[in-house]
Structure formats: structure tokens, C-alpha cells
């Protein structure tokens, strides 16, 4: 079983950035497609941004804001995010891009003016 731990959420003004970190046991990160996702309160769980071998996606409203990478090191799933907007509030969560493994607690992101 993989542990997803995320962080790096908080409270943010529009237009401010947050980076996201996401932590996983074992080589989870480095082996699999990964992708994080978000729930806003009362919607479903959406895809944000997804990272393979070669290639990232974005869901069309995170386009140009959101970057998704891995840092090989650690290894650490990341996202940053810039010009934030009030509807990217959300708990951000990460996981494979299928889904493979249980979820975390995910990380609170809230933008706010």
C-alpha cells in the first residue's frame, strides 16, 4: 500500500502562487504516470494536471497557471500554481494517474480576497 502525503496549501489573495508538494512511499513517484486532483466543496474530485514519462496535461482552466513536475531527488510530486483564482479553491490531492492507491488527506487550498 502507498502513503500519499500533500502539503503546501493555505489561505492566498487572487493573483498570489502556491507550490504544492506531494510525498509517496516507496518508488511511487518516479515509476508511475502521476497526476494531482482536486474537490471543491460540494463538487466531485476533477483532474487538474497529469505528468508521464514525456508528456503534462492541464485541465482548460488551469492552463498557463499550473505547472506539474517531479523532483527525481526525493522523489516529490510538485504543482506549482500562480496567478491563483478564487475558483482553484479546493483540497489538492495527488495520486497515480489511474487511481491505483488509496487517497491522502490532501492539502487545503483556499484563494480568497
Known amino acids: 500500500q502507498v502513503n500519499f502525503v500533500e502539503s503546501g496549501g493555505g489561505l492566498v489573495h487572487p493573483g498570489e502562487s502556491l507550490r504544492l508538494s506531494c510525498a509517496a512511499s516507496?518508488?511511487?513517484?518516479?515509476?508511475?504516470?502521476m497526476a494531482w486532483f482536486r474537490q471543491a466543496s460540494g463538487k466531485q474530485r476533477q483532474l487538474v494536471a497529469t505528468i508521464s514519462a514525456t508528456t503534462t496535461t492541464y485541465e482548460d482552466s488551469v492552463k498557463g497557471r499550473f505547472t506539474i513536475s517531479r523532483d527525481a531527488s526525493k522523489p516529490t510530486l510538485l504543482l506549482q500554481m500562480n496567478n491563483l483564482k478564487p475558483e482553484d479553491t479546493a483540497v489538492y490531492y495527488c495520486?497515480?494517474?489511474?487511481?491505483?492507491?488509496?487517497w491522502g488527506q490532501g492539502t487545503q487550498v483556499t484563494v480568497s480576497s
Open positions: 495520486n497515480t494517474l489511474t487511481q491505483m492507491f488509496d
Open positions: 516507496g518508488n511511487t513517484i518516479a515509476k508511475y504516470a
